[in-house]
């Protein structure tokens, strides 16, 4: 038998190698997801001047409603941000006490930045990072084309997260009005950053400690093209169970606010794509 | 490629995917040594090939591609700093007493842009050029680190014939 070249003993070394578990379409679906969001996330996004926070009656998180209507008004709107900030002062603030500086990202259907309120402001991000307590409180609000609907996908991402091991719990409920509300437990790293990864147990047990986190979020997603995510991140400094601050119910009712379905943001659809 | 509509662009994405991704998960294995971290890196790698799909030329989409996969690999090398990725990598002092090893051992002796380069030019047959391409080092630099890295692995695997620097 002849000795073997590099080529062979390398690809001899390769023969028992496990099968691809992602597909084209889980790398699509993470792109467009990254593409849609880029920027929501981005740590240290300047914060806009916002006005101060106008005490809105309307602004108090409501309990859960299921297939509870938006809010109507024949008066002019409060901007959207004046609107986060109350509902998430109110929702959040019960149970953390001082927030912090809010952060705010608002960004085009492209994650380009765009001012609050501009016609194409579709996703709006309102991030807090409380002195003590969560790691991050994140509320977002952003609208999506009906013909995007599978890109919110909620009961087949669900269904990724747990089957990849990239959630510890997920669950979608459709709420009487054809809404759906998810649920997820997991754990991520780069919390801060364009680039949040989800991760199983056994990649944060790798990691450095304070490197990844727990997040618990709750998503909202209407059929009339509305997103609405309340999401807590506390320290991974246990991996059995994360220590909360915000009650499950609170992050529900922050997700199912009727002022937040009501906001007024753009819903272009995810454009065809061009060599721009 | 001009006004490409999202089902065509996903149909030739997913194409693609489906004739390179496990060959580059390969070259990416080889470099990290590591099957999980090689199927995270190669996804992000593709995410973003997805991502800038319409900018690439298809005639440089395999170039492309496999800078990606090496970038995304050097990078999680680099978040567990383990090593740092230079255009000359220092010798590392050979193992005394060399004894021999297996193929999988024998790699991890091997600096990490060695095995980089060992993965493209002898895992995805790669010319001397593409993968100076695809490390963005110089030829020379390809050359001097493979023969570099068959000598190693020659030590710690004597049957071993070698192969064209």
Known sequence: ?276 | MRGMQRGERDAAFSEFYAARALALRRVAYVVTRDWHAAEDVTQRAFVKIYRAWPRIERGGLEAYARRAVVNESLTHLGRRRRDVVVESVPDRPAPEPVVPLDLAAALAALPVQQRAVVALRFVDDRSVAETAEALGIAEGTVKSHTSKAIATLRQHIPTLTGGQP
């Open chain 1, 1 to 276: 038998m002849n000795d073997p070249d590099v080529t062979t003993l390398l690809r001899e070394h390769l023969t028992d190698e496990p099968a691809l578990t992602r597909t084209s379409a889980d790398v699509i679906r993470t792109a467009r997801r990254q593409t849609a969001r880029r920027g929501l996330v981005a740590g240290g996004a300047a914060a806009l001047a916002v006005a101060a926070v106008v005490a809105l009656g309307a602004g108090v998180p409501t309990t859960v409603r299921d297939g509870a209507a938006p809010a109507t008004t024949t008066e002019e709107p409060p901007p959207v941000t004046e609107v986060m900030e109350s509902v998430a002062g109110a929702g959040f603030g019960a149970y953390v006490g001082e927030l912090g500086e809010p952060q705010w990202s608002v960004n085009t259907v492209l994650g380009d930045p765009v001012e609050a309120g501009a016609p194409d402001a579709q996703h709006y991000l309102l991030s807090y990072r409380p002195a003590s307590g969560p790691t991050q409180l994140n509320l977002s609000v952003g609208g999506f084309a009906p013909e995007d609907l599978a890109t919110y996908d909620f009961a087949d991402s669900c269904r990724h997260q747990l089957e990849q091991r990239l959630a510890k719990s997920c669950t979608v409920r459709t709420l009487e009005d054809g809404s759906l509300l998810m649920t997820t437990v997991a754990l991520r790293s780069g919390i801060g950053t364009d680039a949040p990864r989800m991760l199983t147990l056994e990649e944060v047990a790798a990691l450095p400690p304070g490197e990844a986190s727990w997040v618990r979020v709750v998503s909202l997603s209407t059929p009339d093209g509305m997103a609405v995510d309340a999401a807590e991140y506390a320290p991974a400094d246990r991996l059995t169970a994360a220590r909360w601050t915000v009650p499950l119910d609170a992050l529900r009712g922050l997700a199912l606010d009727p002022d937040l379905r009501a906001a007024e943001v753009a819903h272009a659809p995810m454009p065809a794509i061009t060599d721009e």
